[in-house]
């Protein structure tokens, strides 16, 4: 995976929770902006087929618009899919075994606020590695925080990606672009914002 990283094309979107009617529409707008690399799909409440169905449709979006499609949790279903990659957590299965599954692909690591999970996650192959939460987030109960702090000093080892997560928006994205994270991670503030539409609160991380 390059390290290299297109400014313009520093976001990671999240899926969110639920898939509503109007989500597949959203989601085509806001691919068309042209502001994202990767879309991961993390839906913890569907079943397997479910989640093939729904894949396959959001695979034909990102397609279109060459943007990495991701599956989290399950490397099985990113075959299926024939996905670029999967992300795994620390309770999901390890690299190696994920690796046997979907081959010379993407996976993504979390690695919540630990160098020495990150240390583990780039010997091991990680195309990347994510740090979290930086912010208070809605989108799941947040056991570990992560600080600025933890970016310089994983600059200073490697030059794998970087994913920052955890409650980034419009108000406090900047400042971890600053700090060399590759991309940012985001979900609710563009999925459940209640101020604006996803496509408008795509647009104001510029």
Known sequence: MNSRVNKKKFIYLISPNKIT???????????????????QMRLKKYK???????????LQLCRKK????????????AKKLNADGCHLGQKDMNIAKARKVIGNKIIGVTCH???????????????????????????????????????????????IPIVAIGGINSDNYKNLLLNKASFLAISSY?????????????????
């Open 66 to 77: 060459k943007v990495k499609f991701i599956v989290n949790d399950d490397p099985i279903l």
């Open 48 to 58: 397997f087929s479910q989640k093939i169905l729904i894949g396959r449709r959001i």
């Open 21 to 39: 009617r109007d989500f597949y529409e959203n989601l085509r707008l806001v691919l068309n902006t042209n502001k994202i690399s990767f879309f």
């Open 113 to 159: 606020n630990s160098i020495r999970l990150a240390k583990v996650a780039i010997k091991n192959n990680a195309s990347y590695v994510a740090f979290g939460a930086f912010f208070p987030t809605k989108t799941k109960k947040v056991k570990y925080k992560a600080s600025i702090s933890v970016l310089n000093k994983i600059k200073k080892f490697t030059n």
């Open 190 to 206: 563009i999925w459940n914002n209640k101020k604006y539409k996803p496509v408008k609160a795509i647009e104001l991380l510029k």
